[in-house]
């Protein structure tokens, strides 16, 4: 294994965070560039992950919910 390989265990969540593109922009001043959501898939499904993002007024979740388009580029990180 690599250390840059992607893994998970199963109750672990990502932190995730869009890259800036056509359609999200950093809320300014707002530090909420970051959301935590929870991996609802298993690992043998990767390379794809499925996670739980509810909508909301949250910057990173209402991109998701309401702008984010196929083929958007972001980066995670696996939490606890």
């Not at 965070?17 to 959501?37: L, M, Q, V």
């Not at 390379?47 to 910057?59: E, G, K, T, V, Y």
């Not at 979740?61 to 388009?69: F, K, N």
């Amino acid at each position: 294994n690599s250390s840059d390989e992607f893994t998970f265990l199963p109750g672990q969540w990502v932190d995730f965070r869009p890259r800036p593109s056509s359609t999200w922009r950093p809320p300014n001043g707002s530090g909420k560039t970051i959301g935590g959501y929870s991996i609802t898939s298993i690992p043998r499904s990767l390379p794809r992950i499925d996670l739980a993002i509810q909508r909301s007024r949250h910057p990173v979740a209402e991109w998701v919910t309401s702008q984010a388009r196929p083929n958007d580029l972001v980066h995670v990180r696996v939490g606890g």
